[in-house]
């Protein structure tokens, strides 16, 4: 049978079973017409989990479907090595026993993010092509002892669990960098809410100082202007105002500092000598 309708890559993936003399039409036009729908439903659930993903309960009911799609996937993955043991010969009962192991193998960087879904797919994909080989009868087309296909048949469980070490340790490795950039977040939001914080009192400490501070340079100017008081007095009047000068200064300097910080810096185009700075 020929797909010329079919890109080349997916050509190569059904080539297996691409013999309708080996394979009955009824089995082989069920197999790819499930695939098709099981490959439609994965494409319309994968839209449906980033859809639910603000809502949790949805996103549960999501990857509970999801997972049951790949299910079915690796089932009807899984049972190509009985339809070859059934039908085919080595090389078809080989070439789908790669085929598949591939698709496991690359399932890991697809959806190993939802392990659950994962483990649904590569478990029935990989326990069913490892009965395929145990429960062959295929010996004498195979031309080699019963022991080969227990052999490649523990071959496949090995690889089952290398691949779900593999997708173990890629799910942990997601969940702490999660993690870290939540932490990262949370450590970021603090330190701008300490930041506001601290600007607010600077500019809360900075306007309560300034009232009572306007009171005291009020009385030293009174003072200054009043000639009843001697010349020690009148010296002491303006060291108060002198002072009181430079406190207004710091006060009006942690005054813009808190306009920095809170992005409200306002600039006023002033006259001014170049050489006192």
Same mark, same amino acid.
């Given at each position: 049978?020929?797909?010329?309708?079919?890109?080349?890559?997916?050509?190569?993936?059904?080539?297996?079973?691409?013999?309708?003399?080996?394979?009955?039409?009824?089995?082989?036009?069920?197999?790819?017409?499930?695939?098709?729908?099981?490959?439609?439903?994965?494409?319309?659930?994968?839209?449906?989990?980033?859809?639910? *993903?603000?809502?949790?309960?949805?996103?549960?009911?999501?990857?509970?479907?999801?997972?049951?799609?790949?299910?079915?996937?690796?089932?009807?993955?899984?049972?190509?090595?009985?339809?070859?043991?059934?039908?085919?010969?080595?090389?078809?009962?080989?070439?789908?026993?790669?085929?598949?192991?591939?698709?496991?193998?690359?399932?890991?960087?697809?959806?190993?993010?939802?392990?659950?879904?994962?483990?649904?797919?590569?478990?029935?994909?990989?326990?069913?092509?490892?009965?395929?080989?145990?429960?062959?009868?295929?010996?004498?087309?195979?031309? @080699?002892?019963?022991?080969?296909?227990?052999?490649? *048949?523990?071959?496949?469980?090995?690889?089952?669990?290398?691949?779900?070490?593999?997708?173990?340790?890629?799910?942990?490795?997601?969940?702490?960098?999660?993690?870290?950039?939540?932490?990262?977040?949370?450590?970021?939001? @603090?330190?701008?809410?300490?930041?506001?914080?601290?600007?607010?009192?600077?500019?809360?400490?900075?306007?309560?100082?300034?009232?009572?501070?306007?009171?005291?340079?009020?009385?030293?100017?009174?003072?200054?202007?009043?000639?009843?008081?001697?010349?020690?007095?009148?010296?002491?009047?303006?060291?108060?105002?002198?002072?009181?000068?430079?406190?207004?200064?710091?006060?009006?300097?942690?005054?813009?500092?808190?306009?920095?910080?809170?992005?409200?810096?306002?600039?006023?185009?002033?006259?001014?000598?170049?050489?006192?700075?």
């Amino acid at each position: 049978m020929h797909w010329p309708y079919l890109p080349g890559f997916l050509h190569f993936l059904l080539l297996p079973l691409s013999s309708t003399h080996l394979y009955p039409p009824l089995v082989f036009n069920s197999w790819i017409a499930l695939q098709i729908l099981t490959h439609v439903l994965r494409f319309f659930g994968g839209f449906q989990l980033v859809a639910s *993903s603000h809502d949790m309960e949805k996103y549960r009911r999501s990857v509970n479907q999801f997972t049951a799609i790949l299910v079915i996937s690796g089932m009807l993955w899984g049972l190509t090595g009985f339809m070859a043991a059934r039908w085919g010969n080595n090389l078809h009962h080989l070439l789908i026993l790669a085929v598949v192991t591939g698709l496991v193998g690359g399932s890991i960087s697809t959806i190993s993010p939802i392990f659950k879904a994962f483990m649904g797919f590569i478990i029935p994909a990989t326990v069913l092509q490892s009965l395929s080989f145990y429960f062959s009868s295929n010996v004498a087309v195979m031309g @080699r002892e019963p022991f080969y296909e227990v052999f490649i *048949s523990l071959l496949i469980l090995l690889y089952m669990i290398v691949i779900y070490q593999a997708g173990m340790t890629l799910q942990k490795s997601r969940v702490d960098t999660l993690d870290l950039q939540n932490a990262l977040q949370t450590s970021k939001e @603090r330190a701008e809410w300490a930041s506001n914080a601290k600007s607010r009192f600077l500019s809360s400490i900075s306007h309560e100082l300034r009232t009572p501070l306007n009171a005291i340079m009020g009385f030293a100017q009174l003072l200054e202007l009043d000639e009843t008081l001697d010349r020690k007095q009148h010296e002491q009047a303006e060291q108060i105002m002198h002072a009181s000068e430079h406190l207004l200064a710091l006060i009006s300097q942690v005054l813009e500092l808190s306009r920095i910080e809170a992005g409200d810096m306002q600039i006023h185009a002033v006259d001014f000598e170049l050489s006192a700075l």
